[in-house]
C-alpha cells in the first residue's frame, strides 16, 4: 500500500495523459474494448465543463477520475462524477478521498454545488466511504443502470446502482471537510448487507442475484416512503445502511 501524501493531483490536459486513463481502465476492472470510456469523452469533458484528474506517483498516473456536466429539470446544473480508478497497491492510503475532495474544489470553484455518481449497493467498503467520509445521502435505486459487464468485479450480475447525491455546501459535508465525525440520526429503517459479496458472486451467482433483489426490495421500499440513506455502520458480519428523513 502507498502513501497519497507524496502523490501529485492535477487536470488531465493532453491526449496521452487521456489515453493513459483509458488504459488504466483495462488493469483496474478488466474491461474489454466494448466497455471502456473512450479517449473522446475524457477530451470532451475537458472542454465543456467536466473534470479529467489525474494522481500520479512521479511520471506514473496511478488513478483518475471523470466527472462530466449534467442538468436537472428546472434547470439545476450539476457535475456527474462517472468513474474513479485507483491502482490496487495505491488503494487504502487516503488517495481516493484527496480526488474526491479535489473534485469538490474544482465544482465550487465553477460555481457547482451538486456532484453525483452511482455505486454497488452490495460493495459496502464504497458505501461506507461514499457515505461516512464524504457525507453524501442516497434516494435512489436504479436496476441494471449499464447493462451486465465485461469486468471480473461485478461476476455476471446486473449492476444495480444507488445513486449519491453529493451536496457540497451542506452542513454535513462541511462537517467531514473539516475532519469531524459524523453526527447520530434519527433512523427510521436499516437495510443490511453481508460482507464478501464478492465472494459470493463468484461461488454462487444464484445466491448473490437473490441478495441483490432482496436489497433492492428494501431500498425501494424505503425510497417510497420518503426516506433517505444518511449514515453507514458496520458489524462483524454486514455493512448497514441507516436511513431516516432528509430535509
Known amino acids: 500500500m502507498q502513501t497519497s501524501a507524496s502523490l501529485q493531483i492535477r487536470q488531465l490536459a493532453k491526449l496521452e495523459e487521456f489515453s493513459e486513463a483509458v488504459r488504466l481502465q483495462k488493469e483496474i476492472w478488466g474491461f474489454q ?22 494522481a500520479f506517483d512521479g511520471s506514473k498516473m496511478v488513478a483518475f477520475c471523470l466527472c462530466i456536466p449534467g442538468l436537472k429539470p428546472g434547470g439545476r446544473s450539476y457535475l456527474h462524477s462517472h ?36 455505486f454497488d449497493p452490495l460493495e459496502t467498503k464504497n458505501a461506507f466511504f461514499n457515505i461516512e467520509r464524504l457525507g453524501v445521502i442516497v434516494r435512489r435505486y436504479v436496476h441494471n443502470q449499464y447493462g451486465r459487464t465485461s469486468s471480473h468485479l461485478h461476476g455476471g450480475l446486473p449492476t444495480d446502482r444507488l445513486i449519491a447525491e453529493w451536496w457540497l455546501n451542506s452542513d454535513r459535508v462541511l462537517a467531514r471537510s473539516a475532519g469531524a465525525s459524523p453526527i447520530s440520526g434519527d433512523w427510521q429503517a436499516r437495510i443490511s448487507v453481508q460482507l464478501n459479496v464478492q465472494e459470493l458472486r463468484h461461488r454462487d451467482r444464484q445466491a448473490a442475484m437473490a441478495l441483490q433483489a432482496s436489497i433492492a426490495a428494501q431500498f425501494e421500499q424505503c425510497f417510497s416512503a420518503g426516506l433517505a440513506v444518511t449514515g453507514f455502520e458496520n458489524t462483524s458480519d454486514a455493512g448497514v445502511y441507516l436511513l431516516g428523513e432528509w430535509k
Do not use: C
Open 33 to 54: 474494448d466494448i466497455d471502456l470510456l473512450p479517449l473522446r469523452l475524457f477530451v470532451v469533458a475537458s472542454k465543456i465543463g467536466g473534470q479529467a484528474l489525474g
Open 83 to 118: 468513474m474513479m480508478g485507483v491502482l490496487p497497491e495505491y488503494r487504502n492510503g487516503g488517495l481516493g478521498r484527496r480526488l474526491k475532495w479535489r473534485q469538490r474544489e474544482h465544482a465550487l470553484a465553477a460555481g457547482v454545488d451538486l456532484i453525483e455518481w452511482t
